[in-house]
């Protein structure tokens, strides 16, 4: 069965997952189109918000054809739209939908095919007059190469099949394990061979095409800054291109696309040599890039709306002359990723989460969310857009020091360093930059300036002696309160067990700025500057002691581990009474003087309260 010739679209499928499935729904609704989720059971009992749509259908996998297919019938959809990842570049579940009788939201299977390929999309550019990086062939002698080379998959992309070569006794080490990861990863191990750029920036160039014989470009990004091949930041424009760089890229570009016959959004990826001013193309993505919101922030379009015009087979509504490009924007992706240990995948309960408002954020996280290793890392996107790219890294740093994930570690404290470090605000980071380049990590002393701010205010309530210790502010002068208190329903997050013990407070702090601290059943937990922190109280075991009647009170929520005394037991100063546990810390609670235990009001296992009495110790 085939598509008739006329397509009409009314509920659109969209065959992904996350904050991607999110942005497509938010454009469908606004056109008044009906839309539909597909979901695995791992989403679903992650309580991922995409899975929580009033139409939505359990798929075994998102790379299910059969499944996703199947969905779409079940719902009633008549289009599928796939994002980007999973299924999105293949070309047999884009010619299976159209045999089903659906639109296909993107370009034809036949493109796809055809620009899918590393080896064959370099041979489309070269006849279409577009630059390419010069090559070597795989059976040349490697002592003939000049180094260094790059080994790559023809197959996919991702960093996935790569290894930088240099020297011609790495050669075949090299050959073979990029080999073995392309034949894993994308079930192909045929390999490319070419110059490796030392010092590149990697420049792409968002195009649409129509079935009417139209390319417009909606220009360029600036993607340099990467980690083993992976996007960290994304900008538009480009910075520091020379006009007549800028406009040759452009004209590559929507060469090299129309050449094909492309139709819908892609991206045509460039590599421009700094040492030489050359550029180079790399590859064409034919989905919607990750990157997108940057172009629509600075152009004023809406992307997927576009793609709606074309998969409905209707020209474009606009000519290159209506591209107009107003301000910078700049993107963040924020990782499931502890960034200063190796970069490790993170997982676990997102507790608290806190968007930063002011900028635009695509994101599917929320408060109470479980994070899993099942899938990327990628929680969302923080996209902030200036008059200028002055204005838009102000406003950039300003929300990421506005985010805070509780529960789990993301790389939203590393994205703050990058962006406010010499070299990013100088343009001057490129594709290999961050893997020459450690990035610093930051100091917990902010951390623990603004955690004592809010033990500051805890003390002036709470039960205790006179001793008042610092805790963790550590003799700094106590900021502003900005928000205490601030009780977890009421603001739209999700509660505790027990809502009087889990409460985040933002907090502001001269010459800190603003952080966020949680003091509650998992303990003290401190996001600053996008870093987050779990932070031990060495003083606290001070805080329910009195000179006067020896009682010892909890220091913080937590769950008892250990009593090692019982009422009528003689102890000396500094005996351990007990033992706390919050955030997986443990905190011995000491006996603040020689005596005789007289109270001893936990068991192991009790959950307590701040400031609940667990032991009395009577003075000898």
Not at 176 to 202: C, M, N, P, Q, W
Not at 210 to 229: K, N
Not at 423 to 428: G, L, V
Not at 545 to 565: I, Y
């Amino acid at each position: 069965m085939t598509t008739s010739t006329t397509p009409t679209i009314s509920r659109v499928l969209v065959a992904n997952r996350g904050e991607i499935a999110l942005r497509v729904f938010r454009t469908c609704e606004r056109v008044g189109l009906d839309h539909v989720a597909i979901h695995t059971d791992a989403d679903a009992d992650a309580d991922a918000p995409h899975a929580a749509v009033e139409h939505a259908v359990r798929v075994a996998s998102y790379l299910d054809i059969d499944a996703v297919l199947d969905a779409a019938r079940a719902s009633g959809a008549d289009a599928i739209h796939p994002g980007y990842g999973f299924l999105s570049e293949n070309a047999s579940f884009a010619r299976a939908v159209i045999e089903a009788g659906l639109t296909w939201i993107g370009p034809t299977p036949e493109v796809i095919d055809r620009m899918g390929r590393k080896d064959a999309a370099r041979e489309l550019a070269v006849a279409a007059g577009v630059p390419v990086v010069p090559s070597y062939s795989l059976d040349a002698d490697p002592a003939s190469f000049a180094y260094p080379v790059l080994v790559k998959a023809a197959a996919g992309g991702g960093g996935k099949g790569m290894r930088v070569v240099r020297s011609a006794a790495e050669f075949a080490d090299a050959v073979a394990a990029a080999g073995r990861e392309s034949r894993s990863a994308f079930g192909d191990d045929t390999l490319l061979i070419e110059k490796y750029v030392e010092s590149g920036r990697h420049i792409e160039v968002q195009v649409i095409g129509d079935a009417h014989g139209t390319v417009l470009h909606f220009g360029e990004r600036d993607c340099s800054p990467q980690r083993r091949h992976q996007k960290v930041l994304e900008e538009a424009p480009a910075p520091t291109l020379t006009a007549a760089t800028r406009s040759a890229i452009h004209t590559a570009a929507v060469d090299l696309a129309a050449s094909v016959g492309y139709t819908g959004a892609g991206t045509v990826e460039f590599l421009l040599d700094e040492a030489s001013g050359d550029f180079y193309f790399l590859e064409m993505n034919t989905r919607l890039q990750v990157e997108h919101p940057v172009t629509e922030a600075i152009t004023g379009v809406d992307l997927v709306a576009l793609q709606l015009n074309v998969a409905l087979g209707d020209p474009l509504p606009l000519t290159q002359d209506d591209v107009t490009f107003k301000g910078h924007a700049i993107e963040a992706r924020i990782y499931a990723e502890d960034s200063f240990a190796g970069f490790l995948p993170q997982a676990g309960t997102a507790t608290h989460v806190v968007w930063p408002s002011g900028v635009r954020v695509d994101h599917a996280l929320q408060s109470g969310q479980v994070v899993s290793t099942s899938y990327d890392p990628m929680l969302g996107k923080v996209i902030a857009r200036g008059a200028n790219r002055d204005e838009a890294l102000a406003r950039l740093l300003e929300a990421l020091d506005g985010t805070a994930i509780f529960g789990l570690t993301t790389n939203t404290g590393f994205l703050r360093v990058l962006v406010d470090s010499p070299e990013f605000r100088a343009a001057a980071v490129d594709t290999a930059w961050l893997d020459r380049h450690q990035v610093p990590e930051p100091g917990d002393d902010g951390a623990r300036a603004l955690a004592g701010v809010v033990l500051g205010a805890v003390l002036d309530v709470a039960p205790r002696g006179p001793w008042q210790p610092d805790g963790f502010r550590m003799g700094a002068p106590r900021g502003p309160l900005v928000e205490h208190g601030r009780d977890l329903g009421a603001a739209g997050w999700s509660t505790a067990a027990d809502p009087t013990v889990a409460v985040v407070q933002r907090v502001g702090h001269v010459g800190l700025g603003d952080g966020f601290v949680l003091r509650g059943r998992h303990g003290s937990e401190v996001v600053h500057r996008g870093q987050r922190f779990l932070l031990d109280e060495p003083a606290l075991s001070d805080e329910g002691r009195s000179s006067g009647d020896g009682t010892v009170v909890s220091p913080m929520p937590g769950t008892v581990l250990d009593v090692r005394v019982s009422e009528g037991q003689t102890v000396e100063v500094g005996q351990v009474l007990g033992v706390v546990e919050a955030m997986k810390m443990e905190l011995a609670l000491d006996a603040p003087t020689d005596g005789t235990v007289t109270t001893v009001a936990a068991a192991v296992g009790d959950q307590v309260a701040l400031g609940a009495t667990l032991f009395v110790v009577e003075p000898s």
